[in-house]
């Protein structure tokens, strides 16, 4: 048959979903880029022409170097590939500077990095048991590169929104990999050099740092998966501990030496911003703007709030501003730093900082058995995808982007056991859509909704497929929720734009799209935690060992 | 996984490139005074808005037939109208009389894409795939694959939603024609073939095999009664059709005539041209019918006897403009066509390739470099990939039995695969060479025209190859056992 051909060349699938996706990749070139396209823009042009001491307190545009050094650096190298494009690009003050070479340059440079991307996927896939003599289509290691390579979330984040997070992924993907392969060095200073190159990975330090704590700095469990305090290997600790350090050494050594150090840090945690982006991203803080929005306006009409005596509430607005609630608490960053913190905290497995937790253990008992039974690289991701969904479900001012750390580990988790594939539909699907007001121009319209089917269709079908025995990956309820996604984006990018709400409520869609979708982020999140508590069994399973 | 989502992914595939490739540049995109075949076709939509029926295809003093005047059948006029209401919805002026004249905008060009996509998702895809799904052979997968590179050539992707026309409608509807034919519903295929000739009068190079097909069955089932009654029947469906759709102008006898005049304009020397290029694409598609029935056999040698001078006449490339979509439905139809030979397909490759590449100048001046460049690598390696074109080029398989004949006499030890094969990598070098020269190096200044000449002096050495291998193929293979069961 045709497919046999191609399989007899063991692995010539993976290089023809890779140079198929990098096609339609480069077909894209020409789409809407948003503002994003600016900023690094603006990034290399100024590490181009500024020396480094400069790089962190040049203001010039407003899109000012809030990345960490090694991003700079990689900017900085890019530059130099750049002036052979078109040199104007590099000039600071060119704002807002396009031209179809720039353009074609950065969204190269995007198609290009994402190799690193590619490569990770592919020791991804080392890690997966394979089964043999299967279809191809059927194969874990098959459905795993095409969730990864095609996602959809990186398509049209990378290469039509504009911004260089495969190339990130790949670095955290191939750390993954590495943990998995027992390369527990590898892995670590991998994920050291990612969290210079963008910082919001440090929502899954905690994951990584227990990890290594757990099963490697430990050399050994008891029979029972318990901790066994004599086999702490301190030499581990030590070179684990120099391997980061000096990795950060080298990103931030040059600005403390400068004595910038301040400075940077500014930049990169900027404190002051509003708690919800102004698109909500679908998260715990979506509900609860909705139910204090439903409060004030039920409050107002049983006369139970005097209406002037209420923040003037505006969501409508443009870049980032703070939202006032009106009857519910104001939820101040320190508050949300808690949440997520518990959030993350309370799941941890394999972790002894539960012991500074003991609390919050007793609240929960059935943590108790995971604390007993490290589960392997397998706890690790699942850990690692926990800390990513609290830290999205309770951050403060989180994207909608952001959704992505979780869903591509889970992805990992999805070809391996069917109630993580249950979960990745749902969650996938659901904060998938969430992405849609990312591209909100009418030209890219039919191409989120074509590649949105692509991705939906191909990871329901081949999960399917994968897990045929044992029933349906999703119940009806969560298939109703799903399906009702289509009437959601039927009216609200096509019925809602022709009625007369549309000039003086225009933001009602998108807050109807971004509560919709917080639900269904919000099961899924429950519905991982509940997994994680219950786990036990399934320990047996360390396929990823 | 299933067939149902194998498919859809394969159509959603298909459909985000298209669109992607929308994305890019239009034919005459901001060059006046006289843009491209964009202008010509929103022109269109201006004029059978504003304008009655009787004047769309005359010089009247509101329609002036020099700038875009209509040149197409009505079907394509009545298309027109249809487009424009839904432009006057959305915008009026984009169809004022005069005042839009070389009208521009980002919000028309998606509009006139949309227009594209949805005559493609409505008449196109769903012939393709059902083309691929009752006439191919091999398991389902492989009809997937089959479908999959059809849905994704390059050639009419381009020419449709990069340099804007709508060849989806026309090769959609022949397509639908084809399928009627096959699956023994000749009304319904005849209909729909009428249609697409209505709508664009390049059919007509399609015509003569439909004739001799539907001709050959009636005189099979005996012209005495049966076959008789038959071929009133269908030649009732094609009057009656054809008589619908010219019925605006079938009031005054001018009307016609005039409309017949705008069709095939003998007095603008364009027709010898048309005529060569006919007997091309004509050489190819009999192919297919006679793997259809027996009979039509015979047109084809006659056929043949006139093939050296059509050939003669290939070779004069002019009217560039025309020539493109000349060569787009034709090729549409080669791979068609290959799908019945299912294991020549590293012919299909390359010559769709070649094809293809001759539309380069054409592509460059249209700005489209990008979308060419990576639609055609994508298809090429697809089409390798999928369907392993190269491993499966064995000699019988490429019916290479007349050349083993002929080279065995000169060259005993001639392994004619491997040639293919390496004829095969050549052949993509040259073409890869010649791209890269035509779009970055500066031809010299006593030749100007020397890259598209070359290109088009290669890709015709190419032709006239594959028309000869065709001619042999058609002429020496015997009838294959399963397509005659299809069609019995």
């Given at each position: 048959t045709v497919m046999a051909a191609p399989m007899t060349n063991d692995q010539s699938w993976f290089y023809a979903l890779a140079l198929g996706v990098s096609f339609l990749k480069c077909l894209l070139i020409n789409a809407y880029h948003s503002t994003d396209f600016e900023v690094h823009r603006n990034w290399l042009a100024l590490t181009h022409s500024l020396p480094v001491s400069q790089w962190y307190y040049e203001a010039t545009s407003e899109w000012t170097l809030d990345y960490p050094p090694l991003f700079a650096w990689f900017e900085y190298g890019l530059s130099h590939i750049a002036c052979f494009f078109d040199k104007e690009m590099l000039v600071v003050p060119n704002l807002n500077y396009a031209s179809p070479a720039t353009v074609l340059f950065q969204r190269l440079s995007v198609i290009v990095a994402d190799v690193v991307f590619f490569y990770a996927v592919k020791e991804c896939c080392k890690c997966l048991r394979e089964d043999k003599g299967k279809d191809l289509l059927g194969k874990p290691s098959f459905i795993l590169t095409v969730l990864l390579l095609w996602n959809f979330g990186l398509l049209i984040v990378d290469h039509i929104h504009f911004q260089y997070n495969g190339f990130l992924f790949g670095v955290l993907l191939l750390s993954i990999a590495r943990h998995c392969q027992n390369r527990h060095f590898e892995g670590a200073f991998l994920f050291s050099v990612l969290l210079n190159l963008k910082h919001i990975y440090l929502y899954i330090a905690p994951a990584y740092g227990i990890y290594l704590l757990r099963c490697f700095c430990f050399t050994q469990s008891n029979a029972d998966g318990s901790l066994q305090w004599r086999s702490f290997s301190v030499v581990r600790l030590v070179i684990l501990g120099t391997i980061v350090l000096s990795t950060f050494a080298v990103s931030f050594g040059p600005f403390i030496a400068l004595g910038q150090l301040p400075q940077v840090l500014s930049r990169l945690f900027p404190f002051k911003r509003g708690l919800c982006h102004a698109y909500w991203a679908p998260n715990i803080w979506a509900l609860y703007n909705i139910a204090d929005k439903a409060f004030s306006i039920l409050g107002v009409k049983f006369r139970l709030l005097d209406i002037n005596k209420l923040p003037k509430a505006s969501m409508t607005g443009g870049l980032v501003q703070e939202f006032q609630h009106s009857v519910l608490p104001s939820v101040s960053p320190l508050a949300t730093l808690v949440c997520t913190l518990l959030s993350i905290l309370v799941n941890l497995p394999n972790s002894n900082i539960y012991t500074i937790f003991v609390i919050l253990s007793l609240l929960q008992p059935a943590l108790f058995k995971i604390w007993h039974r490290p589960n392997g690289a397998r706890g690790f991701l699942r850990c690692l995808v926990i800390c990513a969904l609290g830290s999205f479900m309770f951050g403060w001012h989180v994207h909608e982007k952001a959704i992505m750390m979780a869903i591509l580990p889970l992805s990992l988790l999805a070809v391996d056991s069917r109630k993580d594939a249950g979960i990745f539909l749902m969650l996938s699907v659901t904060s998938h859509y969430s992405l849609f007001p990312l591209l909100f121009t009418t030209q890219e319209l039919p191409i989120k909704i074509f590649l949105m089917l692509l991705f939906t269709i191909f990871s329901l079908a081949s999960l399917k497929t994968l897990f045929r025995k044992g029933g349906a990956l999703l119940n009806p309820l969560e298939v109703t929720y799903l399906l009702g996604l289509i009437p959601l984006e039927l009216i609200c990018e096509f019925v809602y734009p022709l009625t007369v709400w549309q000039k003086t409520f225009p933001f009602l869609p998108l807050m109807l799209t971004s509560v919709y979708c917080a639900l269904g982020v919000t099961y899924a999140f429950i519905r991982l935690y509940i997994s994680l508590l219950t786990c036990s069994d399934t320990t047996k399973k360390t396929k990823m060992q | 996984m299933e067939n149902w989502s194998l498919i859809s992914l394969c159509v959603l595939l298909g459909l985000t490139a298209r669109w992607a490739v929308s994305f890019h540049s239009y034919s005459g995109a901001g060059k006046p005074p006289m843009f491209g075949d964009y202008e010509a076709q929103r022109h269109w939509q201006e004029v059978t808005y504003n304008l009655p029926v009787h004047e769309w295809y005359f010089n009247t003093t509101n329609n002036d037939l020099n700038y875009w005047g209509l040149d197409y059948p009505p079907l394509t006029a009545y298309h027109s109208l249809v487009c424009a209401y839904v432009a006057k919805l959305l915008n009026p002026e984009w169809v004022e009389l005069y005042a839009s004249r070389g009208y521009e905008s980002h919000s028309h060009k998606l509009f006139m894409r949309a227009t594209v996509l949805f005559t493609d998702i409505l008449i196109y895809i769903p012939a393709v795939l059902l083309y691929c799904f009752y006439f191919c052979d091999g398991s389902s997968k492989q009809k997937v694959a089959t479908a999959f590179c059809i849905l994704l050539y390059p050639g009419l992707i381009l020419i449709d939603y990069g340099h804007f026309q709508y060849n989806s409608v026309s090769l959609g509807l022949a397509l639908w024609g084809i399928l009627g034919l096959g699956l023994g519903w000749d009304l319904f295929g005849s209909l729909a073939f009428t249609l697409a000739l209505n709508y664009k009068q390049m059919e007509l190079y399609h015509s003569l095999p439909f004739f001799c097909y539907l001709l050959g069955k009636c005189i099979k089932q005996g012209l005495t009664w049966r076959g008789f009654f038959h071929l009133v029947k269908i030649s009732m469906t094609v009057l009656v059709t054809f008589a619908l759709c010219w019925m605006p102008f079938?009031?005054?006898?001018k009307q016609p005539l005039q409309v017949l005049h705008r069709l095939f304009p003998v007095g603008r020397g364009l027709f010898e041209d048309k005529v060569a290029n006919t007997w091309c694409s004509l050489n190819v598609l009999i192919k297919i019918k006679t793997l259809l029935s027996r009979e039509t056999q015979l047109f084809a040698l006659t056929l043949l006897f006139v093939l050296p001078s059509s050939l003669k006449l290939l070779s004069k490339p002019t009217l560039w403009q025309f020539k493109l979509a000349l060569v787009n439905t034709s090729l549409a139809f080669f791979l068609f066509s290959f799908q019945v030979h299912e294991k020549s397909i590293l012919l299909v490759a390359l010559l769709v390739f070649f094809v293809f590449r001759s539309m380069l100048p054409l592509l460059l001046k249209d700005g489209l470099l990008l979308p060419y460049v990576v639609t055609s690598l994508a298809f090429l390696f697809l089409s390798l990939y999928l369907l392993s074109a190269l491993e499966r080029s064995t000699e019988e398989e490429l019916r290479l039995g007349l050349y083993r004949k002929l080279t065995q006499r000169w060259l005993p030890k001639l392994n004619l695969s491997r040639i293919i094969k390496w004829k095969f990598w050549f052949s993509l070098a040259a073409m890869a060479a010649l791209s890269f020269t035509s779009v970055w190096l500066k031809p010299p200044a006593k030749l100007p025209d020397l890259f598209p000449v070359l290109v088009s002096v290669l890709s015709f050495l190419h032709f006239l190859g594959f028309i000869i291998y065709f001619n042999q193929v058609q002429l020496m293979e015997p009838q294959r056992k399963k397509s005659q069961k299809k069609t019995n």
């Open positions: - | 079938l009031s005054d006898p």
